[in-house]
């Protein structure tokens, strides 16, 4: 019984942490595409785009290999 007990709260928690990084994976993409938007707006520059948006990518690429 504690068993099941113990894998019920392990499988709860993985799904807690499955869920949490597809939010963030979300709200990564999201914040790319409103970086694109102030690129193409004349907001930011192309420099000041391709730091950011190397960074979100880099972090996008860390949940790939999570």
Known sequence: MIFRSLLWVAREIEGAAQGERENDRDAVVAEIRRL????ESGEIDEETYEM???QLLDRLES???G
């Not at 694109?36 to 690129?39: D, Q």
């Open 52 to 54: 950011r948006e190397s």
């Open 63 to 65: 949940y790939d290999d």
């Open 36 to 39: 694109m938007a102030r690129l």
